[in-house]
């Protein structure tokens, strides 16, 4: 009979936790990450790559130029027009929207951007972001400033109706205008860009440039095999399959998208219309 030996560890002496947010975690593959690491590595996993959805001020840090961002039209809130069930009580408990726009300045170079949450109701396009878009568009027309939008959206927001609907001719009308004016306009679609906001404004751009790893197309490409009885090609809705087919200009990885915006932006200014 052998006899047990007296455990030489100390139990009283626990071994103590990271401290919060030290760590991060991908969504996909579940590696651990240093929370550090993770964001020096714009939000894009290292061992499988996959892109986590960004919040709209963390996309705008790592998309401006430092202190520049200044907002525009943050105590513009949404209503219950509609009175739909639920939807009072959720509007009632925030204070933003699925969008946040304002100017700031990229490579030196003053624009108006506008960055969706697709972590508010899904990104979904109501009243508030129609409007949003459209005052930071008319910002641009009187200073002469591009305009950036960035997408992340499930589409039009179904407990405004149709005036959610509205939004999708509303903004477009503003964006022709900027055309008009011979100010650029680039669209930034990231995943997923979907619905009403890919049928309408995300689509326009002068430039649309498709963020690795992005889902972009009006319905899921589930709903759509499901209603055509049809399997879809390989990379269905993917930034490859949408550049080959001519739906946007180039894919760029997120780490490269600000040196790009600043050559795009360069570029228009630079043909600017007087």
Not at 141 to 147: A, E, N, R
Not at 168 to 182: F, I, V
């Amino acid at each position: 009979m052998v006899k047990r030996q007296k455990d030489s560890i100390d139990r009283s002496e626990k071994r103590s936790l990271p401290s919060a947010g030290l760590w991060a975690k991908c969504p996909k593959c579940d590696q651990i990450l240093l929370q550090k690491d993770y964001e020096g590595n714009y939000f894009v996993c290292p061992k499988c790559g996959h892109y986590a959805r960004l919040q709209p001020r963390q996309r705008i840090n790592i998309t401006v130029d430092a202190d520049s961002f200044e907002e525009f039209c943050e105590n513009i809130l949404p209503v219950d027009f509609l009175k739909f069930p639920g939807y009072g009580e959720k509007i009632k408990k925030t204070h933003e929207d699925a969008i946040i726009t304002g100017k700031a300045e990229i490579g030196g170079q003053p624009v108006v951007i506008a960055v969706m949450d697709f972590g508010f109701m899904g990104g979904s396009m109501g009243s508030v972001v129609g409007e949003k878009i459209v005052r930071a568009v008319e910002y641009a027309l009187k200073k002469k400033y591009p305009v950036i939008i960035v997408s992340a959206s499930g589409g039009a927001r179904m407990q405004e109706g149709l005036i959610s609907l509205m939004q999708m001719g509303k903004t477009n009308a503003a964006l022709s205008k900027l055309a008009r004016a011979g100010l650029g306009y680039i669209s930034l679609l990231t995943d997923p860009t979907t619905g009403g906001v890919a049928a309408s404004f995300a689509m326009i751009g002068d430039i649309n440039i498709a963020e690795t790893g992005a889902l972009v197309g009006f319905a899921g490409p589930r709903v759509i095999e499901q209603t055509i009885r049809q399997q879809l090609p390989d990379g269905f809705q993917r930034p490859e399959f949408l550049r080959n087919h001519g739906m946007v200009d180039m894919i760029v990885e997120r780490k490269d998208i600000k040196d790009v915006l600043i050559k795009l932006l360069r570029f228009f200014v630079k043909n600017e219309v007087s």
